[in-house]
């Protein structure tokens, strides 16, 4: 007799509605509510972006809803049933794995809608999702990482050859800047992977876009009066400007999605910052639903279940 195994699509999650900005900072603050003036900035962000103001909640299901697909393709209806797990709104990854339990789900793998591993981000997910599915008495594998997967790594390059076609005649003086959400320093006293599978993920996709002129650089650095890993994006792109380079490709390969740390930190912020100094600034399609990620998503969830047996 075959059971379901169950699928925890974890992913960061955003409010509701500029409502739930407050709530969902707050938790994001490990319960500390954020200052007035932190409140309106973020605020003030969500209203900025282009297409919806939190289209990252859109994104998710349809990752969810796709991956879904994708599995029943390749293994056959039933086999996996996914449910989604949220790091800071709901669903949250406890309301995922209580799901599961609720449907009888006795094995199940939990993926996070980011690449590359890091204790501090895919790390505390992970956490949250094995000790609530302790208390169900569900078995739970993790599956860490995808970062070098040759799915993601072909989708990838794919859109950094589309947005260099962009730059037109300006093609061969482009730099391709990639980038990921920085976190604080003490990360590096942790012997994390973070920064080496970021390092990893963009030289291969650099290599299969045939890219030698490319760089890494950190963004989204929070404001906790802690140093962040540097160097920021806005201090990299000051810094090529000073070099003279004129045509900058953004590479956000640590984020699979178009949401907040994209289309404002990047798209508006980084890009005003550029053309600010003469630099003009493009930024790669993000995957979202894109059917290679799904492969890669699938293929890393069915091979780590049957890795089991
Ligand atoms: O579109 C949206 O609504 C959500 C966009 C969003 C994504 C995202 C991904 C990552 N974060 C990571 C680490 C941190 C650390 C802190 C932190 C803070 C914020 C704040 C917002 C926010 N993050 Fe986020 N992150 C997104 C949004 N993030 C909003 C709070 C205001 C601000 O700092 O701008 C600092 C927490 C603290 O104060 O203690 C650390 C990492 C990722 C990428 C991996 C992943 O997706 O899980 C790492 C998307």
């Known amino acids: 007799e075959s059971k379901a195994i169950g699928v925890l699509v974890m992913s960061y999650g955003t409010p509701e509605s500029l409502d ?49 697909r994708t599995l029943d393709e390749r293994a056959g209806y039933g086999a996996y049933v996914c449910y989604q797990g949220l790091k800071h709104a709901a669903p949250y990854i406890e309301d995922g794995v209580a799901a599961m339990a609720a449907d ?75 980038s990921a959400h920085s976190l604080p320093a003490k990360v590096l006293e942790m012997n994390d992977p973070y920064a080496d599978q970021l390092l990893a993920t963009s030289h291969a996709v650099a290599e299969a876009a045939g890219v030698e002129n490319w760089q890494f650089t950190w963004q989204s650095a929070g404001q906790t009066g802690q140093p962040w890993l540097g160097p920021d994006i806005l201090e990299t792109l000051g810094r090529l400007s000073d070099e003279g380079v004129k045509s900058v490709l953004a590479a956000p390969v640590g984020f699979v999605s178009d949401h907040l740390e994209v289309l404002y930190d990047i798209d508006i912020e980084a890009r005003k910052f550029a053309e600010e100094r003469g630099i003009r600034l493009e ?27």
């Not at 007035?36 to 859109?58: C, H, K, M, N, W």
């Not at 930024?283 to 890393?300: E, F, G, K, T, V």
């Open 283 to 309: 930024r790669i399609r993000m995957l979202n639903d894109d059917p290679q990620y799904m492969a890669a998503l699938a293929d890393s969830v069915i091979g780590m279940a049957n890795g089991r047996a």
């Open 20 to 68: 739930g900005v407050e709530a969902y900072y707050t938790h994001i603050r490990r319960g500390n509510p954020p200052s007035a003036q932190q409140l309106e900035d973020l605020t003030r962000r969500y209203r900025s972006i282009v297409g919806g103001v939190f289209p990252l909640r859109e994104n998710t299901n349809g990752q969810a809803a796709a991956l879904q």
């Open 104 to 178: 009888g789900i006795e094995e199940a793998i939990g993926i996070v809608l980011t690449p590359q591993y890091s204790a501090m981000s895919v790390g505390g997910y992970m956490k949250r999702a094995q000790e609530e599915a302790a208390k169900h008495g569900i078995t739970l594998m993790d599956v860490q990482e995808y970062h070098l997967h040759p799915e993601l790594i072909d989708a990838l390059s794919r859109r950094v050859i589309e947005g260099l076609d962009r730059f037109g005649e300006k093609r061969s003086d482009t730099l391709v800047l990639f």
